[in-house]
């Protein structure tokens, strides 16, 4: 047994529908076509892909969603209790005015919509989960941010580690998982991507297959 090598990272990742602004969004289509892509390319043994979800881009609109992918996280969690293996929440989302990958820190309990989100909520100085405490209080991953961002500029992408996930959709998925993950003994990491214009689909599903190596390998 002790011949099999590591047991592999299971990874399950999600991207976003369209927004205000954004009539494609990029995660959608990068979350939708990776299965095929990784098959493509004879899938990593590093890592399972563990499921793959598409969110509405909204808050509350986004739970539903977003806690089926927790509970299918959970349930392939405990069917592979005897293993010692790493779940990780990988969240994907668009910054349209980004050139580069950003490897998000942190999650502020902050909900401070810019414009209604796509169910129409637009929260002014909410709490994403009052009895965190109040909105300047954070969670933070506790995957290496700093190593995952040179392993990646290693492999010549323009990729930054950023400290603000901003106060909008993106940033209230990221607090919501960060809490569960932290809770269920999991890992969770939000990555904010450009738009294709900037950078182009073949691009960005590269970036996304490298980034889940690295996350296998480091962690």
Known sequence: MGSEGPTPVTIHVTGFKKFHGVSENPTE??????????????????????SCTILET??????PALNQMFQSAMSRKDADSSSS?????????????????????????????????????????????????????????????????????KKGYEVMASDDAGRFVCNYVYYQSLRFAEQNGMKSLFVHVPLFLTVDEETQMQFVASLMKVLASLS
Not at 58 to 63: D, N, S
Request: charged residues 25%; proline residues 7%.
């Open 29 to 50: 289509t990068i979350v939708r076509n990776l299965p095929e892509y990784l098959e493509k390319r004879g899938h990593p043994k590093e890592f399972i892909l563990g």
């Open 58 to 63: 909204a808050g509350q609109g986004a739970l």
């Open 85 to 153: 293996g790493l779940t990780i929440l990988l969240h994907l989302g668009v910054n349209s005015g980004g050139t580069r990958f950003g490897i998000e820190r942190q999650a502020f309990n902050e909900a401070t919509f810019r414009c209604p989100d796509e169910m129409g909520w637009k929260p002014h100085k909410a709490p994403i989960i009052p009895e965190d405490g109040g909105i300047s209080y954070t969670r933070k991953t506790c995957l290496p941010v700093r190593q995952i961002t040179t392993e990646l500029a």
